[in-house]
Structure formats: C-alpha cells, structure tokens
C-alpha cells in the first residue's frame, strides 16, 4: 500500500471510494482516515488510523475519553471531538436490538394487546397484519367512533394488509358499554370484512370484542 493518500489511485482513496461504492465497503482504517481527514509530518492519514486501530483494537478507541484522545500525536482537540461524535452518532442511530414477536394466535392475546383500548369511552377500531405464523406485522387503528359500515370500510382494513404483505387479519374493537354481546352492526362488519378477505386471499381470521373485563371472539364462536 502507498505510504500517502495522494499516492494512491483516486479508486483507492478512503473518500473517492466511500463517494462511489458508500461506506459499507470500506474497511475500518479506511473509514477512520475519512474522519481524520489527514495524518501529520511523515505518516499519512492512513497509517495513522493503522497505528491508533492497532492501539485500541476491537472497538477500543470509542471508549478513549476525548481529553486523552486529543493528546495523542496526530489526533488533536478537533479530531479527537470528531471521533467522539461519530461514535455518539453511530451508538444513537445503530440498529436496536429485536424484540420478541408479538404472536396473536389466540383471541385471549388479542385482548392483552389491547390493553389500553379497552376502557375507551369511543368505540376504536383496530386491524392486526399477521404474518403465517400468526407474529404480528403492524397494528392499525382504522377508525375511532360508533361502528358503521361507513367508517369500517375493507379498503380501510385491507390496504395496509397488501402493503405490510400480510398473510391475515385480525380485527377487534372496544365496546363502551360494557356489553360483550356483538350487535347486528359488529355481525354486517365481520360479514362484509371475511367477504373482502376471502376474494384477496388474505383471510380474516377473528374478530374480537373487547371490554375490561373481558372479551368475545366471532371465531371462536362459530359466527365466521
């Protein structure tokens, strides 16, 4: 490798090379001497991200205080704050880690997902996007409001089903009254949700009333 960046090919130049092919290919040194920008008197910029990665290896140089970052020969107040930041950035937008799969595979977790809607004073209706394994893909409020036809309309249920790739749908609302009886509204709704599923080929596979002090399930039911 060339001892100096302006002896390398531009291709080969840290910053050319993160312009055309982005920072995902380039290695760490290289990625350290963009931040660096230049080394100082006899080492490049590259043989100084080398020296200080030899130095502090796995990671080690995010964990440098700043002060003492700065005190090393070729790092200074400015790049030290630099680094500093880069590394801020990166633990603040780094992936975070998975959490487990919600899975709605029993009408009894649909209502402990819903914990927070059950004692609502308006009726909110909400879509559940499940994958084949039943772990939930997204969560939708479709409307908030006494259940009609009009405002529970399939293409408000369905759309995000297409779009979230669903393999089903699970629909629940609250009911204020306290009541877990279904009314001829909650029967039109489910009738006319299955019928919408059944010609996607994205079934509906429950409907569940919720109140706080429990629930009732159309499928389990026999009612779809």
């Known amino acids: 490798m060339a001892s100096r960046v302006c002896d390398l090919h531009p291709v080969e130049r840290p910053r050319e090379r993160l312009l ?30 080398r020296e200080l990665l ?20 070729g790092v200074g107040p400015s790049r030290a704050c630099a680094l500093a930041a880069a590394v801020e950035l990166g633990r603040r937008w780094g992936v975070p880690p998975e959490r487990p799969a919600v899975v709605l595979d029993a009408p009894r977790r649909v209502f402990e997902e819903l914990e927070g809607v059950r004692d ?14 039943s772990a939930l893909l997204h969560r939708e409020t479709v409307s908030i409001g006494t259940l009609t036809a009009s405002l529970v309309h399939p293409r408000e249920v369905f759309g995000p089903a297409i779009s979230h790739g ?18 001829p509204e909650d029967r039109e709704t489910t009738r006319r949700l299955g019928q919408a599923g059944a010609i996607l080929g994205i079934p509906l596979m429950d409907h569940v009333l919720v109140t706080g002090r429990g629930y009732f399930s159309f499928r389990e039911h026999g009612m779809m």
Request: aromatic letters at 6%; one cysteine or more; hydrophobic letters at 40%.
């Open 166 to 183: 669903a393999a089903g749908v699970v629909v629940a609302h609250n009911h204020p009254s306290g009541s877990l009886q279904p009314s």
């Open 120 to 133: 609502r004073r308006k009726e909110h209706f909400i879509a559940f996007y499940l994958d084949a394994c």
């Open 54 to 73: 030899s130095r502090f290896p796995s990671g080690a140089l995010g964990r440098v205080p700043v002060r003492e970052l700065s005190r090393m020969k």
């Open 20 to 49: 055309s092919c982005g920072a995902r290919p380039l290695s760490d040194e290289e990625l350290l001497a963009v931040l660096l920008r230049t080394g100082y008197a006899g080492r490049s910029v590259l043989e100084l991200s």
